[in-house]
């Protein structure tokens, strides 16, 4: 059965670059060009994701009990970095109070008794909604799930399975139902469609009949995947070519992490010196996507040919 790709109810607002934004890693403005990803909170979680599983690949690797405990240390990690970065953006730090220009302090330093400058307080930061904070750490942890088993699926049934996962988790399904022609009438926001899973526990549409699909097809929830507008199809075109760059990315990722030693993974004495816990880590860093689109392109001209 398919994964999860809806993402209704998901934080689809924009980054803000203290929450989502940090720590993006290099190369992430590239899945938002190549993958037509806008650069939301749904789009980092997507992305980050795909290195998650990434990393596991490698890590189910190592020694028992290594592999058992590295993995449950990387997801525990990822997810409390997912709820911290939720947190931050239902809850956003209050700006400052505006710092004393230069004259202002010359003039307070000034007086008699030199008073001084008293330092900015911040205004206190609301809370988030738990009830909100546990729903979006629920629809997250069924697409890590969901991307999860399609990946594991696509990493020993073939390419041609993992292009499918990519399109479906990745790429969010557009086009599942057919492209919409500028011809069919369906012009501007009337054609705008969107891929759920109706079988999803994040939808609760178990027992959703045909034309209520329809309608929540129709809604936009504003994480910016969705089938691509009529006066758009032309970007379909690249499609093809954009899921083998992904494909190739993920092949060459984790024959990579393959070559890396047990031993920089697990590490010896010195990661136990304080300063010292990263060393010999630079070898799991990623590579760049446009290197596999590279590869990619000269993969469809031996097709071509």
């Not at 909170?41 to 997507?46: G, K, L, P, V």
């Not at 302090?105 to 911040?122: D, E, F, L, N, W």
């Not at 206190?124 to 629920?138: L, Y």
Request: hydrophobic share 40%; proline share 6%; net charge neutral.
């Amino acid at each position: 059965m398919p994964p999860p790709v809806a993402r209704s109810g998901s934080l689809a607002s924009p980054i803000p670059n203290a929450a989502a934004g940090r720590r993006a890693g290099r190369g992430t403005v590239a899945y938002w060009s190549e993958c037509r990803l806008p650069p939301t909170f749904q789009s980092w979680f997507t992305i980050t994701n795909l290195h998650i599983w990434l990393l596991t690949t490698r890590l189910r690797a190592l020694p028992a009990p290594h592999g058992e405990h590295h993995i449950q240390g990387l997801i525990d990690h990822f997810f409390l970095d997912v709820e911290d970065r939720i947190r931050e953006v239902l809850q956003p730090q209050a700006a400052p109070d505006a710092l004393p220009s230069t004259a202002e302090q010359v003039r307070q330093q000034a007086t008699a008794y030199y008073t001084a400058v008293a330092a900015p307080r911040s205004k206190g930061r609301g809370r988030a909604p738990e009830s909100t904070v546990s729903r979006q750490m629920k629809i997250f942890r069924e697409q890590w799930a969901g991307l999860g088993m399609a990946f594991d699926l696509g990493l020993i049934h073939g390419d041609a399975e993992l292009a499918g996962a990519i399109w479906r988790n990745l790429l969010g399904a557009r086009a599942a139902h057919g492209i919409a022609y500028p011809a069919a009438g369906t012009e501007g926001a009337e054609g705008f469609r969107r891929t759920i899973n109706p079988s999803g526990e994040i939808e609760k549409y178990g027992k959703i009949d045909d034309e209520a699909l329809r309608r929540e097809e129709a809604r936009d929830d504003g994480s910016g995947v969705h089938d691509f507008a009529p006066t758009e199809i032309d970007l379909y075109v690249r499609y093809p070519e954009t899921m083998a760059t992904l494909v190739a990315y993920v092949r060459r990722e984790i024959v990579r992490l393959a070559a890396v030693p047990d031993e920089a993974i697990i590490g010896g004495k010195e990661r136990g010196v304080v300063g010292k816990e990263a060393v010999g880590l630079d070898q799991l860093k990623f590579g760049r996507l446009a290197d596999a689109q590279k590869v990619a392109g000269a993969i469809i001209e031996e097709v071509e040919l």
